[in-house]
């Protein structure tokens, strides 16, 4: 038995607002509650609603570019740089730029909706 696991078809969440997010390991593929590790394509002009996550979340950018609001200061990534979030701060997520947005999102412990506290 192998001491290592193989992802092949990680688990395309279901959205409707154009964002592609592949969990490739987490709750919904390999039942891994202490990590996930999610691709994702955010279209132009996507944006999330602030949120106050319960984990730390660490972002790398691919391509282009993404907008984060955190505790009110803005930041913007860029291909080739990377960010960690700390659990429990507000942050909002957006794409408000002409092109899409590749990049790796990596939560620990895993990302769960009920432990996203998303403001309406």
Same mark, same amino acid.
């Given at each position: 038995?192998?001491?290592? &696991?193989? @992802?092949?078809? #990680?688990?395309?969440? #279901?959205?409707?607002? +154009?964002? =592609?997010?592949?969990?490739?390991?987490? =709750?919904?593929?390999?039942?891994?509650?202490? *990590?996930?590790?999610?691709?994702? /394509?955010?279209?132009?002009?996507?944006?999330?609603?602030?949120? &106050?996550?319960?984990?730390?979340?660490?972002?790398?950018? *691919?391509? +282009?570019?993404?907008?984060?609001?955190?505790?009110?200061? &803005? %930041?913007? =990534?860029?291909?080739?740089?990377?960010?960690?979030?700390?659990?429990?701060?507000? %942050? @909002?997520?957006?794409?408000?730029?002409?092109?899409?947005?590749?990049?790796?999102? /990596?939560?620990? #412990?895993?990302?769960? *909706?009920?432990? /996203?506290?998303?403001?309406?």
């Amino acid at each position: 038995m192998p001491n290592y &696991t193989i @992802q092949k078809s #990680p688990f395309v969440v #279901p959205t409707d607002d +154009g964002k =592609l997010i592949e969990e490739h390991h987490g =709750l919904a593929t390999t039942r891994n509650a202490d *990590i996930s590790i999610a691709h994702m /394509v955010a279209p132009p002009g996507w944006s999330e609603p602030f949120q &106050t996550p319960e984990f730390e979340e660490y972002t790398y950018i *691919i391509r +282009g570019k993404k907008q984060f609001i955190i505790e009110g200061e &803005t %930041v913007v =990534l860029e291909a080739g740089q990377s960010i960690k979030i700390e659990k429990n701060v507000r %942050v @909002q997520y957006s794409n408000p730029f002409d092109s899409e947005c590749e990049y790796i999102a /990596v939560c620990r #412990p895993a990302f769960s *909706i009920e432990k /996203v506290n998303r403001e309406s």
